[in-house]
């Protein structure tokens, strides 16, 4: 049987509490000091499975990789030109960020690779990232379009000029990666702009960027000098707890020290204009990733059409999202959200099953969702589909439900939040693994 939670219905959340480090950064942290020349140390590191592929990755390929303390690091770069040829397959597990990036990583080495993952993870289009490298000189086969992923040594890459034809943040720093290693300036041109931590850490390791709003011009061969990095807590995982507040929070429940750039912060927004009361209080605006405790209690939402430029700003948290819908007044709209069917789940049919569980009345759309707002929640019996996002929304949704929520196949909640169950009992909520 797989592991779940048994959620008890709860009445408010309250207190002060931390989440753990950006998934997106923590990765990017890896793949960036291998690269560069002398070491890089990372506070705040996320310690979760989808990281600790990553990192298992960057050490067979000849990065040494000190670990100083449960979310602090050392990683040794080994230059643009050290990394060794892996001893057989790269497992990434369920992480798609490690994926992409690395095949942007690697696409350009004198030496060939060959990258997979879980059965979530080998359902998952990789030709997008495949396409633009191949057009820079790279050698790459996918499996039907899916891992496993065939990288074939190359002598050279040449920059290109791409514009992504969906908003990912996977697909851009896939190739500001392997421009690094190109001839040339690559510029690549996003539909709407996503999260750009790979541009900003880039800089912090000494590589210039030239940037507009949507557009980025990386010149290849400049090399990468280690420098330190503060992770601060992930907003992705800060967003449960958002919701929780917004729909059961006791004035002063704050999450302390999370990463408020800008490209991340559409879960803010969103919940904003449907009537939540959220305030920012800023910590540290010095580093590459200004920080906030966020003080959130619980108001009357209302439902919205939610602005489709905020889709990309807030990609991973409409799950939670659409517990917030159900709890709102009125209808919400969520529209020009396809990207949600090609995450670790089928995140619109999977969340659209759960409501239907829970007796939310919605209407599934071909790229969204309508929800109609204003209900509680019956209890019931949820199938994440081993989705760590999906299973961490229907915990929040107990707050506002009339019977037990039983939460089915929850293992993957430790590839982006280890310790979970313990940070949900601190503020308030009754979960327990079953
Ligand atoms: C990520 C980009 C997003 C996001 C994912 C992390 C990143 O994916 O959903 O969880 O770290 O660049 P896409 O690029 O597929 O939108």
Redo the contacts with the bound molecule.
Sequence with gaps: MTARYRVSPGSSVSGRIRVPGDK?IS?RSLMLGGLASGATEVTGFLSSADCLATLEAQRRMGVTVEQLGPHHLRVHGVGAKGLQAPDGVLDMGNA??AIRLFMGLLAGQPFGSTLTGDASLRKRPMERVAGPLRLMGAHIETTEGKPPVRIHPVSRLNAIDYALPMA????K?AILLAALRAEGTTHVTEPAP??DHTERMLEAFGVSLRREPGQVWLTGGQPLTGTPISVPGDISSAAFFLVAGAIAGQAGFTIENVGINPTRTGVIDILKLMGADIRLHPRDASGAEPTADIEVRASNLKGIHVPEELVPLA??EFPVLFIAAACAEGETIVSGAE?LRV?ESDRLAVMAEGLKRLGIPHELQPDGIRIQGGHRFQGGTIDSHGDHRIAMAFSVASLRADGEILVEDVENVGTSFPGFVDVARAAGLSVEPA
């Design positions: 997106s990765h798609g960020t990912s943040a996977q697909v720093s996503t999260r990609i991973d990207e995450k």
